[in-house]
């Protein structure tokens, strides 16, 4: 079992910056993968970025390339969404998700078990 705590969230104008934090804890948090989905009104809620266990692997949905990046720290429990360059587009409710289906970062929500309460992150332009 997997348990995920979102923050980090907020307002910020189109350009700026902001951090997101995922604390990942539970018996299999150890094997999870995690990713960042959003979901943004009257959308579908989207895979943004995705890491294995052991950070060898990432995903970036191609709207974020050069301008998100993720990354985790066992040690400390913690998976970090860094978002530079921010568009109004980018503005949605975000999910740290988790799931424990082996070293694959899943495009569908479906296949992850485990979910954040969420955070808002908005962009003024």
């Known amino acids: 079992q997997v348990r995920l705590v979102e923050s980090g969230g907020g307002m910020v104008q189109a350009g700026g910056s902001l951090r997101l934090s995922c604390a990942v804890s539970?018996?299999?948090?150890?094997?999870?993968?995690v990713g960042w989905f959003r979901q943004a009104p009257g959308n579908e809620r989207e895979l943004v970025a995705g890491?294995?266990?052991?950070?060898?692997?990432?995903f970036y949905r191609e709207a974020v390339k050069g301008r998100f990046t993720i990354s985790r720290d066992n040690a400390k429990n913690t998976v970090q969404l860094q978002m530079d360059s921010l568009k109004p587009d980018d503005t949605a409710i975000y999910y740290c998700?988790?799931?424990?289906?082996?070293?694959?970062?899943?495009?569908?929500?479906?296949?992850?078990?485990?979910w954040g309460q969420g955070t808002q992150v908005t962009v003024s332009s």
């Open positions: 998700a988790a799931h424990n289906l082996g070293p694959m970062i899943f495009g569908v929500p479906e296949r992850y078990r485990y």
């Open positions: 539970g018996r299999t948090a150890s094997s999870a993968v």
């Open positions: 890491i294995t266990y052991s950070g060898n692997k990432t």
